[in-house]
């Protein structure tokens, strides 16, 4: 949240008063808390590069998932001395894809020094302060020809990259993985114009963007391309719109009606409610089973009712790994530092939660195949989503008509025994093949059975 040391906040009775007696430092904090700017988009739109809250590191007492553990992209973490062997590796990349680009350092410098002041107030104002600005040029530049070849070598078949330096898997896993931290992001105006000048053979450099971005998704079913109707402002808001099937280009109505909203939650409204009848086993009860969705973007979510009897939930399928949940994280924190975003990795999230009471509701959902679990321990995933989803706060209008049809359903169904009866006898003997084997197996034990009785009276009134 963004605070200002605005003379407004203070009643005019009290003016005097402060300015003799009130140390404003104390009062209204040091100016460093107007280091994070939140809601203030930059002239093109994009939202600056924020860290990381103090409440969402609150949540968690690690900081795993903020810090990177290879390789520092941008300023915020920027010379630690744990990342240095990274850092030689970056200056080898550079220059490859400088020289494989066929362009020149010399140019290539010049223009993000052109830019260099709007580059950087997508970052905190310390940063401006802390580096000279030929520092920064050279810090962009280097990250941002790293990052593109890391990309390309990702994308392109050819012989050499990576695999000529002998990396494992787990250091190419650490490395992609660094690259989509919030505080490990640059511009994506860097990006662009390194490359736009570059000259490969083959695929371009932003369909290489788009296929490495997707890559990071798990089990990409059905996904094919990302709708791309607004310029990211960095390759973790790519991935976001990767994950929900578009990035969206707001109008400004829009923009200010989701300021409203989370402006409306952080002065202490509750969380949506999300029904009477919300987790795994209850909707369950309701006769309500769960499918896989056709696709894995994460607004692919339907509910179908057949006649109040049963119905179908369907969710697009989700891995969770240690990957996995450090990406969810930094997902998280980016929504959680944009006012103006739509919060649909949030609201999916705490959709899930809504689901997930018990380890039990973990182990139904892996069954119907829509969660794929590789952390281990079913409770540690129900303790994932009740710990950190549980805390935060979804857009009230996200799956809200999936939420009311569930309700209706549910409300249909307990108003008619003749339902419950009907939903009951389906899973008692429909619910799975050996029960329906069974039941066949009954049936025709009942026929043959009364055949047998009928031909003996035949046979026996024939005598």
Known sequence: M?????????????????????????????????????????????????KVSTTLRNILDSIEWIEPSVISIGPYHYGRDYLQEGQKLKSLCAQMFIDESNQQMEILYHTVEKEIEELTNRYEHWVR?????????????????????VIYCFCDSKEGGFNSWKFTNHQMACIKQDLFLLENQLPFRVLYLLYRNAQFSGMSMEDMIEEFVITNIPMPRGISGILRTDTPCHLLHFLQGA?????????????????????????????????????????????????????????????????GITGCLRLPPI??????????LNLIAFESSDTTNHLGVIS?????????????????????????????????????????????????????????????????????????????????YFGSPWSIIALIGAVLGLFLTAVQACTSVFSDSTK
């Open 2 to 50: 963004r605070f200002t040391r605005d003379e407004d906040f203070v009643p005019v009775e009290y003016k005097n008063f402060f300015e003799e007696n009130i140390d404003n430092e104390v009062w209204f904090g040091r100016e460093v808390s107007t280091d994070i700017e939140e809601g203030i988009p930059n002239p093109n739109g994009c939202q600056k590069i924020s």
């Open 129 to 149: 302060t802390q580096y000279s600005t030929k520092k920064l040029t050279t810090m962009l530049l280097l990250d941002g020809c790293f990052l593109l070849y």
């Open 243 to 307: 994950f929900l099937g578009r990035l969206e280009a707001k109008t400004s109505q829009q923009q200010t009606q989701l300021r409203r909203e989370r402006k409306s939650f952080r002065r202490g409204q509750e969380r949506p409610n999300w029904g009477t009848y919300k987790n795994v086993q209850q909707l369950m009860a309701a006769g309500i089973r769960f499918k896989p969705s056709k696709s894995n973007y994460l607004t692919d979510i339907s509910f179908t009712s057949y006649f």
């Open 319 to 328: 891995t969770i790994n240690t990957s996995t949940l450090i990406t969810f």
């Open 348 to 428: 999916y999230l705490c959709f899930l939660d809504s689901l997930i009471d018990h380890w039990d509701d973990v182990k139904e959902l892996q069954s119907a195949r829509v969660l794929h679990n590789f952390v281990g321990d079913q409770r540690e995933v129900a303790q994932f989503f009740n710990h950190v989803c549980g805390k935060l706060v979804p857009n009230p209008v996200t799956y809200r008509d999936v939420q009311q049809q569930i309700e209706a359903h549910v409300e249909r169904y307990y108003r008619s025994k003749t339902r419950i009866w009907l939903s009951q006898c389906r899973y008692t």
